[in-house]
């Protein structure tokens, strides 16, 4: 019968072998992350040039069919607030400007406009870009025209540029681009999605974040001289567009009322 070691003798080796396992553990972790591979798991575009990236992710943006864009967009019109699901045949969502707010929904060629009795009360201007107290004409008919959509006619002076807001194309090709010479960032994580940054003139030009997994899609993009900053997400992801209802449509009647942005 083999004598058990004392428990004192047990209880000496237990704790030499630990300092020794904890050694060999954090040995092993760094020699892990040394020789960790940070495309480990991507689509692999963060290998590739800044140039090469950047065309990878203009590719993958002409090809889809749909996107949701968001966020804050300056320009010389304004400051304007942007939250649009947007496909091939138009678009739909909200613009928030500095005076007002309102929802735009486009189908085909019909564009439609909606908005609170506030806003086509104060919608009118004296033309020289100053407001004008509304009348009680003017109250009477923003009442009727709260909360329903109006439909824009295609000669009116705003039509072109509200349309602006739902061309998907016209969108993503003028406000996703870089100036300057090219090259690549840093790594980051974006609403959950692991990104690589590709930079134009060191950043001052805008900086692009495009997706490190599967589609490599733009997923941010920091527009140069600190014009906004716009989220990409929902690629291809289809949804309704449909002209509204009767019974959510009023006619003005008369050519749209400027706003006074």
Not at 91 to 106: A, Q
Not at 148 to 177: A, C, H, I, N, W
Not at 194 to 221: H, I, M, N, W
């Amino acid at each position: 019968m083999t004598a058990l070691p004392p428990a004192t003798t047990v209880a000496r080796a237990r704790r030499a072998a630990l300092p020794v396992a904890l050694c060999l553990g954090l040995a092993a972790a760094l020699t892990a992350c040394a020789g960790e591979d940070p495309d480990a798991g991507t689509n692999g575009v963060g290998k590739l040039e800044a140039t090469a990236i950047e065309a990878k992710a203009k590719a993958a943006a002409d090809a889809a069919q749909a996107v949701r864009l968001s966020g804050t967009l300056v320009s010389k019109g304004g400051t304007y607030k942007l939250n649009m699901q947007l496909k091939k045949s138009g678009g739909i969502g909200s613009v928030t400007s500095k005076n007002s707010t309102f929802e735009l929904l486009r189908a085909g060629d019909a564009l439609y406009l909606k908005a609170d009795a506030d806003f086509w009360a104060h919608a009118d201007s004296d033309g020289k870009g100053a407001s004008k107290p509304p009348t009680e004409e003017d109250t009477a008919a923003a009442d009727k025209l709260d909360d329903k959509y109006v439909k824009v006619p295609e000669d009116d002076p705003s039509y072109k540029q509200l349309r602006g807001f739902t061309e998907m194309d016209v969108l993503l090709d003028g406000l996703l681009g870089l100036h300057g010479k090219r090259s690549k960032g840093d790594r980051d994580t974006i609403g959950g999605i692991r990104t690589v940054k590709v930079l134009g003139a060191e950043g001052g030009g805008g900086t692009l974040d495009v997706s490190l997994q599967g589609t490599p899609y733009p997923v941010q993009f920091a527009r140069a001289g600190g014009a906004g900053v716009l989220t990409l997400a929902d690629w291809n992801e289809d949804f309704e567009l449909e002209a509204p209802t009767k019974d959510a449509m009023v006619d003005y009647g008369r050519e749209l009322p400027r706003t006074n942005d």
